[in-house]
Each structure stands twice: as structure tokens, then as C-alpha cells.
């Protein structure tokens, strides 16, 4: 099996037709994403056309590598707290955006590279950045707003935690723990179906790069526990700082 770079006319015809599929699916179920979807794939035409030639310089340079990934975590950031703006709008939100996403990430990122675990060079920190950042991000954001949704939910029941002397924090996590592992679930399937449903990139890539298939493993090991890993410290940071942050009136909460 061969593999080239480029899109050939196969792909520029079938590209299309796979975004025509998502929308008509999107629309069948009714899932309200139809414009979302075309923007999305818009946006990721243009945005790797722009990332292709500015990667080649970041990957020049470790101080490039590390300017990447910052900007990584601002996108991240601010993807993640228009999300939660859409639940519920918090004063303060996308610095609790931030501390989840930009926290959890650095902690991971300094155990895989200042030990040496992760090469420290421009090519390894950069991919290994964006994988853990975009972990971090999709945690955050599933978290986010299905703690708050479950807020405005059983806000009774955190009214009720209130009334009998329970603090604010303690009564926000009461409604909430129930549904907040949720968002760890992708993670945590991806890593116990791993090479039985799904070969992931980075072990594709190591392997068709000429590494040998324990090479790959073992890099793709470091991956998906580091992903477990930022997922469940920014779970963790957006729960404590959301129970300690200045609630809305959950009936003013939108679905």
C-alpha cells in the first residue's frame, strides 16, 4: 500500500461529498449542526493552508515550538469558553477555561519532556503540545457544559443542599458529580479499544515513518496516558473553580 501527500481530483471529489453527507445527516436528526459543519471544514481548509507554512518555521526552533503551542492553548481557550457561553454565562469563565485547559496541559507536558520521555526538540514538542492541549480543550468543554446544564437542571436539589447547610461548593457538586465523568469517557474508550478498533495517528505515523511497530507502541502509550491524564486534571480544575465561582440562577440557565 502506497501513500502520497496532495489532494488528488478523488479527494477534491469526495471531500465535498462527505461534507453533503454530515449536513443531510445533521439535519435528519436534527441535530441543529448543519451550518456548523460546512463552516468547519471551510475554516479547516484555510486554517491548515495557513498552519502548513507557519509550522515549518516553529519547527526550526524550540522557542517557535513552545510559541505554537501557546497559541494552541489561546485558540483552545477561547473555543472552550464560547461553548460554555452558550450554557451560561459566568463572570470570570474563560480564566476558568484557561486555568483547566492551559493547567492540566502544562503539568503533562512538563513530566513528558523534562524527564526526556518525549525527545525535547521542535518536531516532538510541538505534535505532542497539540495532542494534549486539544485533549485538555475537549474535556473542558464537555465538562463545562454538561455540569452546567445539569445545574440548571437539578438546581432545586442544589437549592435544597443549600437550605440545609451545605456551601455553595459542596451543593454545585452534588448536582453535578453524576455526569461530569461523562467527558472522559472519549478518552477512556480510545485507550482500552486501542489497537483493537482504532490504530491512532501517532502509532500510524511512527510506522510509516520507519519506526518499528514497538517504537510506535510505546510512543502511543505516552499519548493516550497523557491524554487521560490532562483530561482528568482539567475536569478536576473547571469542577473546582465552577462550584466556587458566582452561580446564575439556574432557572435563567439556558438548555
Known amino acids: 500500500m502506497s501513500f502520497h501527500t496532495g489532494l488528488g481530483w478523488a479527494a477534491i471529489a469526495v471531500l465535498p461529498l462527505l461534507i453533503v453527507i454530515a449536513v443531510a445527516a445533521s439535519r435528519y436528526a436534527a441535530l441543529r449542526h448543519d451550518k456548523g459543519i460546512v463552516t468547519a471544514a471551510l475554516r479547516a481548509v484555510v486554517q491548515l493552508a495557513a498552519v502548513g507554512a507557519v509550522v515549518g518555521i516553529a519547527l526550526q526552533h524550540i522557542v517557535g515550538?513552545?510559541?505554537?503551542?501557546?497559541?494552541?492553548f489561546v485558540v483552545a481557550t477561547v473555543t472552550s469558553t464560547r461553548r460554555l457561553h452558550r450554557v451560561a454565562v459566568i463572570p470570570g469563565q474563560w480564566r476558568y477555561c484557561a486555568a483547566a485547559i492551559g493547567g492540566s496541559s502544562l503539568v503533562v507536558l512538563l513530566l513528558l519532556i523534562v524527564p526526556g520521555v518525549v525527545p525535547r526538540n521542535p518536531a516532538s514538542i510541538l505534535p505532542m503540545g497539540g495532542i494534549i492541549v486539544g485533549g485538555a480543550m475537549t474535556a473542558t468543554t464537555l465538562?463545562?457544559?454538561r455540569m452546567l446544564s445539569e445545574y440548571r437542571t437539578r438546581f432545586g436539589e442544589f437549592e435544597a443542599g443549600l437550605s440545609i447547610g451545605l456551601l455553595q461548593p459542596d451543593a454545585f457538586k452534588l448536582v453535578v458529580e453524576p455526569v461530569v465523568g461523562d467527558a472522559l469517557l472519549p478518552a477512556l474508550d480510545q485507550t482500552r479499544t486501542v489497537g483493537l478498533v482504532t490504530l491512532p495517528g501517532a502509532f500510524v505515523g511512527m510506522v510509516l515513518g520507519g519506526a518499528s511497530p514497538v517504537q510506535a507502541a510505546a510512543l502511543q502509550l505516552v499519548v493516550l496516558i497523557g491524554l487521560i491524564a490532562a483530561e482528568a486534571l482539567a475536569i478536576?480544575?473547571?469542577t473546582e473553580l465552577l462550584s466556587r465561582s458566582a452561580l446564575p440562577d439556574g432557572r435563567t440557565v439556558s438548555s
Open 143 to 145: 465538562a463545562g457544559r
Open 65 to 72: 515550538a513552545i510559541a505554537f503551542v501557546l497559541l494552541m
Open 236 to 238: 478536576l480544575v473547571l
